[in-house]
């Protein structure tokens, strides 16, 4: 495991100028003490990313005030109703764009619209069937090229393959790494999407964005992502099967929400989840390639020391207990190389409130790494145990799971290719705990 010094500026949270910004410099302790340790009144929001270091989300102080981007008045969506207007920050302004209504097959035309290929393939109907017919736009292995004809994802297309369902100049095809020629003519039956198996559940939902490919949801602690042993209901998916109802075109050609990532049951924040197979491909890759921006606050226990810095361990399952993750040695064959970069916001009575930019996404990956540095979350019942002195709080306030927020959430949209970037405000129980423990 190595941990390493950060010590570029941070902003301290609080609306302040651009020269007080650049003062903040942890590289010294007395500036640390001096600025990190000052109690601060508690904004809406947080700083912004390391590439905007002295914008604020919602405090215009210290800069040009950050940019948001609201669906226009009079947006409808794939029914005609209008839609409410929802908050995404775009790094380009006037590049965001919501793509035209669709549902169903539909979405991967606008996906091939939106990519800018010229393309001239027919949609219709043949009973519960649609069949896609067109020229394959270039040559080289099939399943490759009908993906970049149609939008459909590869592995979908290879799962039509295996089923008899497409045919190349009137001829069925079932290999998917046949040589075609660029302008060959195709015709794909794709069958419509099976029903989940999950149910649908009318449970509340905040949505932070959504259009016809993608929805991003704030999860509130508490709520299990996905059905599984123990928790067959009440989860994100049934919440999403009945919130996205004929909205889902279907990932691997089932009719269920693409669930790309995920996040603790008792925490709290930012997750996106694809509605089609193109959404769904585009962002797995996204988060395979470490370009999705994920900044998590926790609340840890003591003052960290340094108080940035980055943490780069392996992490896997536990020789001790299956049921908890470890940091494993370097020269591990097990486990998944994991870096997180942590900065203190606030030193708090006996605690802090740290900023956690991920590069990876292991499981517990944030829980896991400050734990390994002797700076376990407040309220983690597996990772942490709390201070003597923080212990009484915790009861009086009723606080009994992991202080962990994904406060930001930032990609390239799998479709439009604009960048998105959702923030999420602390929730009422981490602000609480922050009153109650600041100076």
């Keep these: 495991m190595k941990v390493t010094q950060q010590v570029r500026p941070a902003c301290p949270r609080g609306a302040v100028s651009i020269d ?12 640390v003490l001096r600025n990190v340790g000052r109690r601060a009144n508690l904004p809406d929001a947080y700083p912004a990313s ?9 405090n215009g102080a210290g800069g040009k005030a950050a940019k948001f981007r609201y ?9 005609g109703r209008t839609l409410p207007a929802r908050r995404a920050e775009s790094h380009w302004p006037g590049q965001h764009r919501i793509a ?9 035309f606008a996906f091939a619209r939106a990519c800018g290929a010229q393309r001239a393939i027919h949609l219709h109907r043949m009973g519960d069937e649609a069949i896609i017919e067109g020229a394959l736009t270039g040559a080289g292995r099939l399943d490759k090229a009908l993906a970049d004809s149609t939008g459909l994802s590869r592995e979908r297309i290879k799962g039509l393959l295996a089923e008899g369902r497409v045919a190349v100049e009137g001829k069925p095809v079932s290999q998917p790494s046949v040589k075609v020629a660029a302008g060959a003519a195709f015709r794909i039956h794709v069958p419509e999407a099976a029903p989940a198996d999950a149910r649908p559940q009318d ?25 599984a042993a123990g928790n067959p209901d009440g989860t994100l998916v049934n919440a999403l099967l ?31 989840v694809a509605k089609s197979d193109a959404a769904h491909e585009g962002l797995a890759k996204q988060f395979a390639d470490h370009s999705i921006e994920r900044v998590y606050l926790a609340v840890v226990n ?9 943490v780069r361990a392996r992490i896997g399952r536990s020789d001790t207990n299956r049921k908890k993750m470890a940091v494993l040695p370097d ?3 097990r486990g998944k190389h994991a870096v997180t970069h942590y900065r203190t916001l606030e030193l708090l009575d006996n605690c802090a409130l740290v900023e956690c930019r991920l590069e990876t996404g292991r499981t517990h990956q944030v829980r896991v790494h400050l734990a390994s540095i002797g700076h376990a979350l407040l309220g983690d019942p597996v990772y942490g145990r709390a201070n003597s002195r923080l212990r009484p709080v915790l009861q009086r306030l009723g606080f009994s799971r992991q202080a962990l927020h994904a406060a930001v959430l930032g990609f390239l949209h799998p479709v439009t290719g604009d960048r998105l970037r959702l923030t999420s405000d602390l929730p009422p129980d981490m602000r609480e705990l922050i009153d109650e423990t600041g100076h």
């Design 302 to 310: 003591g003052h960290p020391a340094p108080p940035a810095g980055t």
């Design 331 to 333: 020269a591990s064959s």
């Design 100 to 108: 035209p209504p669709s549902h169903g097959l539909r979405t991967t």
């Design 50 to 58: 390391k590439q905007q270091p002295a914008a604020f989300f919602r």
């Design 71 to 79: 669906q226009r008045p009079g947006d409808l969506d794939g029914h």
């Design 20 to 31: 007080q910004c650049l003062r903040v410099d942890l590289e010294v302790a007395a500036a």
């Design 242 to 272: 009945h919130h996205c109802a004929g909205q889902l075109s279907g990932i691997g050609g089932v009719a269920r929400p693409g669930i790309v990532h995920r996040i603790d049951k008792d925490t709290s924040g930012l997750l996106v």
């Design 203 to 227: 449970i509340p939902l905040v949505i932070a964005y959504e259009d016809d490919h993608l929805v991003v949801v704030d999860k509130p602690a508490g709520l299990v992502v996905h059905p």
